[in-house]
Structures are given as C-alpha cells and as structure tokens.
C-alpha cells in the first residue's frame, strides 16, 4: 500500500506543479549545457564527454511536439575553443520501449545500453555559422512515440549528446515546444537529468541552482562535484535546511560529500546552489554534479523542481529521519 500511495502522490505532484520551460530553466540560472570533444582534457571540466537529458510529456497530451537545441554547433560567440574549431558532436533523441527503464539509461557514464530505445532522430554538428546563437528543431513527434511509464503518468523522451571528434566545448540549451517556429511550451510537461553537466557564469554575483528529488525511500545522500575548481561553495538549503554546506572539488577530481536527509524533506526538492567566489575570479567554470541515495540510486535533477523551489521554513522544527 504504501509504494502505491507514494506513486500516486508522485504522479499528482508532476500533475498539479509542472510548466514546460526552456533547459536549463530560469529558476535554476544556468547558462548553458556543456559536453566537450572526446579528446578534451578532463581538466577543463568535462568527465565522460557526453550528457543524456529525459523529457515528460503528459499521458493525456495528443498534439505533436517538437525538441528544439540553441547553438548546436562548435564555434562562434558561446563555444569554448581549445586551439582551432576541430570538434563535432551528436545529438540524438530516443523513445519507444526501454528510452528510459533501461538500466543503462539512467547512470553517470556513457557506457552499455546508455542509448537504449528506438533512435528518432539524429544529427551531428561541427563548426557551422548556420547554427551559431539560433535554434535547430527536431521533430514532429507524436507524444505516443516516447516511453509510456506509469511512475511519471507519461511518455518519455531522451537525447544524448556525445562528442565525437575534437577537444572543443559544445555549450548548448535546449526548449521543448509545441511549434517548430516559435518556443510553445507543454502545460504540465517537464525534463529531468541524472547527471547534470553545465557551465557557470562568469559573474560572481550570479548564483546557479539544481533541484534533485528526494522520495520517502531515501533517508541520506551522497552529493558528488566533478572539476569545481574551488570556485567559491557549495549549499543545500530546503524547507528544513538553512544552509548544508559541502564539501568542493578542485581541477580535474571528483569529490563526495554525505549527508542525512530529515523528515521534512521526504517527497519534496532539495535546492543545491553553486555560490562563486569573488576573488580571484574564476572563467569559464564547467562542472559536473550528480546525486545519490543510500541504495546507490541516483536521484533526478528536475528543472523545474517537484513541489516548487524549496524555501526555508522558520516554522518547522526539524527531525532526524529514524
């Protein structure tokens, strides 16, 4: 009985709070998505050198739907450049049985099965100024063609993105919309990642956010920073939670940083910020996050969090899960 009310609560949760929004969405204030070329030294903040992004669609949604990337190509005003434009990568979107229950699917690393599903579209960008600083749309799809699942009460949709040639860096949005002209968004339709690989401002003014998921199953978490560059520090505020600070990777390390999760957090969205430091300023930051629970299950980031964005409640008295 219980997993069956925490279903149900999850599904009325995706149903009652979601908009559609553009990834990485405003709330968050990321600026962009970064994957590197497969010859790009790790240092720079790229670990794997691919990155898989899942969108929700909701079950009773029957109009076409188009996913659209800004700047797909490796060159130009956005683009990180190491030495010359040499750098190419493939984006491609998947649906159909197993898109995302494939265990393969929803791990850190670009290993077996990690493009499971049947390939609906696909195409590889190098340096081209057709594409610099505008839209490129994939689609039509019709809903139907993602992966029905009954947890999320819809279809799921998945792109990776891989480097495949070069050392460049690919930063790149994305906008799922109902047009292929114009950005429409999908009432109650949302995206979500295990593992988050962005490029922060330059600004130190400017802070990001990512909000993971935290279910009743999970009682401590594991936070994992890749390439922070001890840029400044990192904290998790939620609705009991003030300000948990973390542990910060330098160059080219992963760091780990456990924590218990408190009652009060349980089926609600954790609020990770990244907070710069104001001297000496640290460019062009690419960092790669994930989540973990005590199973070892990575939790999903979603851009625009389960429950609203976490505000701390002065009124609760927190309590230590039992």
């Given at each position: ?162 480097g495949i040639a070069g050392d460049d860096g690919n930063l790149y949005r994305y906008y799922l919309s109902t047009s292929p002209d114009v950005n429409k968004p999908i009432e109650g339709a949302n995206a979500f990642t295990y593992e988050y690989s962005f490029r922060m401002h330059d600004d130190p003014n400017e802070v ?26 990192i904290r998790t505020v939620s609705v009991a939670r003030l300000g948990q600070m973390s542990k910060v990777s330098n160059e080219d390390v992963w760091v780990e940083d456990e924590f218990k999760i408190l009652d009060e957090e349980h089926n609600k969205s954790l609020d990770i910020q990244f907070i710069k430091r104001k ?44």
């Amino acid at each position: 009985m219980k997993q069956i009310y925490t279903t149900t609560l999850f599904c009325l949760l995706i149903i009652n709070c979601l908009m559609s929004q553009p990834v990485p969405a405003g709330d968050e204030n990321i600026p962009y998505l970064m994957t590197f070329g497969p010859k790009g030294e790790t240092s720079w903040g790229d670990d794997d050198f691919s990155q898989s992004f899942f969108f929700r669609i909701p079950k009773d949604f029957n109009e076409p739907i188009y996913i659209k990337v800004y700047d797909p190509d490796i060159g130009g005003a956005i683009d990180e450049i190491n030495g010359i434009w040499d750098t190419r990568t493939t984006f491609s979107i998947f649906g159909g049985k197993e898109c995302y229950t494939h265990k393969d699917a929803i791990e850190t690393q670009p290993t077996g099965n990690y493009k499971s599903g049947n390939l609906l579209a696909t195409k590889t960008f190098g340096e081209n100024p057709q594409y610099d600083k505008k839209w490129y749309t994939f689609g039509p799809f019709n809903p139907t063609e993602g992966e029905l699942v009954t947890k999320f009460d819809g279809y799921i949709f998945k792109i990776v993105v891989d480097g495949i040639a070069g050392d460049d860096g690919n930063l790149y949005r994305y906008y799922l919309s109902t047009s292929p002209d114009v950005n429409k968004p999908i009432e109650g339709a949302n995206a979500f990642t295990y593992e988050y690989s962005f490029r922060m401002h330059d600004d130190p003014n400017e802070v990001s956010h990512i909000y993971p998921y935290v279910d009743d199953r999970t009682i401590s978490v594991k936070l994992s920073n890749f390439d922070w560059d001890n840029d400044g520090f990192i904290r998790t505020v939620s609705v009991a939670r003030l300000g948990q600070m973390s542990k910060v990777s330098n160059e080219d390390v992963w760091v780990e940083d456990e924590f218990k999760i408190l009652d009060e957090e349980h089926n609600k969205s954790l609020d990770i910020q990244f907070i710069k430091r104001k001297n000496p300023p640290v460019r062009n930051n690419n960092v790669v996050v994930n989540v973990r629970n005590q199973y070892g299950e990575l939790l999903p980031f979603y851009v625009i969090p389960i429950g609203g964005v976490p505000k701390y409640n002065y009124g609760i008295r927190a309590t230590k899960v039992k």
